[in-house]
Structure formats: structure tokens, C-alpha cells
């Protein structure tokens, strides 16, 4: 069974710092993994998609990575800003179905 | 071309009452998927149909919960007799052709019992 696990839960950071979330997953046979972004009370946002042929997705100041046989993933975010506050979720796509970490909420201190 | 649309966004049910949430699917989608994020939880696969059939309901809760998704029209979750662990984010995600696809995911209906 799939299990999709993000750490840490929580994280707060100094404005401009570089920081990585982390994800991994127990079973590595994985059509893609995807990276999205909720505002509290608000919808999900896709943040970047790698598929299980790619290493690594980048789009603007984001960069996330993707290790199948070892079932890691990281997203990176540079020079962070206090709009890069939200929780950030992992999820990874196996059959018909996508399933999701935790999350990892991420406060950026001004 | 629009997104993902839900309706209503925010739903209030008395217990033992019916919610019905709708699910727009992406002009061209014929693959719908509903989750479930419970309050301080992840987000949960419940059902993936296609239109008139459902393909994959193993998330589904074995009592109470249904849904379509008819030739005409949007998709439907029916939650009968509502109770207040039914309070939740429902979210409802779509595909263009097959499971294989990305999904593209709605902006939610936010339920809640009283």
C-alpha cells in the first residue's frame, strides 16, 4: 500500500533564505509525482509535475527533484518570501488515483 | 477554457439531511475524481468515474455516500443523512482521457454539519 509522507510537518524560515521540504513514498512504481501549494480554506495549486521518467521539474524560484528507486522527493525554494507562505503537499500518482502526504506547512517570518 | 468548477463552495447541513455537491469537469474532461480532506488530514481518494460508470470506488465510505457522472451534466456526491464526522474539504479533480493524464483539481466545497 502507498504511503506518502512529508517532513517536517511544520517549518518557518527567515524572508530569503533558501529552504527544502522533503517527501517520500514507500512503493516506487509511480506514474508521477506532483508538487502543490493550499492557501488555509482554499483550493490546491499545482506547483510542478515530474514524471517518472524526469529527475527534476524547475518553474521560476521552485525546483523539485524526484529519486524513484529510493522514494524521495524534495522541493526546493530560493530567496523565499513571505507570499510563499501555505502548506505545501507531495503526491504521488499510482493507477487511477493520486495519493497524498500530509503536508508541510511552511510560515516565511518577515 | 475554464477550470475545474465545484458548486456551492460552501455547504451547511443540518445532521440527519442530504448534501449534494456538483463537479464541472474541464471542457473536454471525461474522467472525474473525488477526494476528501478531513479537518487536520491529508487529502483522501474517494471515487474515480467516468461518464456513467464508476471505475474505482475503493475510497469510497460503504454507507451513505454515492456518486454519478451522467452522459448530460456535472458530476454529483450525494452524502445521505448527514453527520457531523461527514464535515470536511470535498474536492473534485479532472482528466482529459485516461487515469494516466494529470488531474486538474477544483476549488472545493467546503461542508459543514451542524
Known amino acids: 500500500k502507498q504511503e506518502v509522507t512529508q517532513i517536517p510537518a511544520a517549518l518557518s524560515v527567515p524572508e530569503g533564505e533558501n529552504l527544502v521540504l522533503n517527501c517520500s513514498f514507500t512503493d516506487s512504481a509511480i506514474y508521477n509525482l506532483q508538487w502543490f501549494r493550499q492557501d488555509p480554506g482554499k483550493g490546491l495549486t499545482s506547483l510542478l509535475l515530474?514524471?517518472?521518467?524526469?529527475r527534476e521539474q524547475t518553474s521560476g524560484r521552485l525546483n523539485a527533484s524526484l529519486d524513484k528507486s529510493s522514494g524521495r522527493s524534495t522541493l526546493y525554494i530560493a530567496a523565499s518570501q513571505p507570499g510563499d507562505s501555505a502548506t505545501y503537499l507531495c503526491?504521488?500518482?499510482?493507477?487511477?488515483?493520486?495519493?497524498f502526504g500530509k503536508g508541510t506547512r511552511l510560515h516565511i517570518l518577515p | 477554457n475554464a477550470g475545474v468548477m465545484q458548486n456551492p463552495r460552501h455547504l451547511v447541513r443540518r445532521r440527519g439531511q442530504e448534501a449534494r455537491l456538483r463537479c464541472s469537469p474541464m471542457?473536454?474532461?471525461?474522467?472525474v475524481y473525488w477526494y476528501r480532506q478531513l479537518p487536520e488530514e491529508g487529502l483522501k481518494f474517494m471515487v474515480y468515474l467516468q461518464k456513467e460508470n464508476i471505475i474505482d470506488e475503493s475510497g469510497m465510505p460503504k454507507e451513505r455516500f454515492s456518486a454519478e457522472f451522467p452522459k448530460e451534466g456535472p458530476s454529483i456526491l450525494r452524502i445521505q443523512q448527514v453527520v457531523r464526522g461527514d464535515s470536511a474539504a470535498y474536492f473534485c479533480a479532472s482528466s482529459p482521457v485516461d487515469s494516466s493524464y494529470e488531474q486538474y483539481f477544483g476549488p472545493g466545497t467546503r461542508l459543514t454539519v451542524t
Open positions: 471542457k473536454g474532461h471525461s474522467h
Open positions: 503526491a504521488v500518482r499510482t493507477d487511477d488515483k493520486i495519493i
Open positions: 515530474i514524471q517518472s521518467s524526469q
